[in-house]
C-alpha cells in the first residue's frame, strides 16, 4: 500500500513539474515574438544610415521597430515617410491605415494623398491595388462604431462605384 502511494506521489509530482515547465516555454515563446522586431544597439545605427542614404527596406524595419516594439508612433510615421519616399508599398499602405483608421492620428485628407500615391506606385510597380470604392467600403466597415464618419465612407465608397455601398445606403438609409 506504502509503495502505491509512493508511485501516486512521484506520478503527481512529475506531472507538476511538467507542467510548470510547459507553462514556462509557453511564457517564453510569447516573450520571444516581439523579439524578432528588436534591433540591437549595434545595429540600429547602421539601419539609420541606411534609411537616410535611400534603403525603403532599413526605413521599413526600423518604422516596425518604433510603433511595434517601443510604441514610439511619432518616429514610426517619420520612418515610415521616409520608406514611403524611397518607394515601399508597404509603406504606403501602413500609412494609410494610420491616416484612415487610427483614432488619434485620422487625417482623411492624408489618407487620400497616400493613397494617390499607393496608386503611382501601383502602376509603376505593376502591383494589385482595390479600387477607391472597394477602399471606401473597407474604411466604412472599420468605422461602423462612428456614425457620421460610417456614412461618409459609405457615401465615398459609393460615389467610387461600391455596389455594395449603394445597396446598402439604399437599404438602411434610403439614400440613392
Not at 36 to 62: Q, Y
Not at 145 to 150: E, I, L, P, S, T
Given at each position: 500500500m506504502r509503495r502505491f502511494f509512493v508511485i501516486g506521489v512521484i506520478v503527481v509530482v512529475v506531472t507538476a513539474a511538467l507542467s510548470v515547465s510547459s507553462r514556462a516555454e509557453e511564457k517564453l515563446q510569447i516573450v520571444s515574438m516581439n523579439d524578432?522586431?528588436?534591433?540591437?544597439?549595434?545595429?540600429?545605427?547602421?539601419?539609420?544610415?541606411?534609411?537616410?542614404?535611400?534603403?525603403?527596406?532599413?526605413?521599413?524595419?526600423?518604422?516596425?521597430?518604433y510603433g511595434v516594439y517601443l510604441s514610439e508612433k511619432k518616429t514610426e510615421l517619420y520612418y515610415l515617410k521616409l520608406a514611403a519616399r524611397n518607394d515601399s508599398d508597404v509603406a504606403v499602405r501602413n500609412l494609410i491605415t494610420i491616416y484612415g483608421n487610427d483614432s488619434e492620428l485620422f487625417d482623411f485628407?492624408?489618407?487620400?494623398?497616400?493613397?494617390q500615391r499607393l496608386k503611382d506606385l501601383a502602376r509603376r510597380k505593376?502591383?494589385?491595388?482595390?479600387?477607391?470604392?472597394?477602399?471606401?467600403?473597407?474604411?466604412?466597415?472599420?468605422?461602423?462604431?462612428?456614425?457620421?464618419?460610417?456614412l461618409f465612407f459609405l457615401k465615398y465608397a459609393a460615389k467610387h462605384g461600391s455596389e455594395k455601398a449603394r445597396q446598402e445606403l439604399n437599404e438602411t438609409f434610403g439614400i440613392q
Open positions: 524578432g522586431l528588436r534591433i540591437s544597439a549595434n545595429e540600429l545605427p547602421v539601419l539609420k544610415k541606411k534609411a537616410k542614404r535611400g534603403d525603403g527596406e532599413a526605413a521599413l524595419k526600423l518604422a516596425t521597430y485628407r492624408k489618407a487620400l494623398l497616400w493613397r505593376n502591383i494589385a491595388i482595390d479600387s477607391d470604392g472597394e477602399w471606401g467600403y473597407d474604411l466604412y466597415l472599420n468605422h461602423l462604431g462612428d456614425k457620421d464618419r460610417g
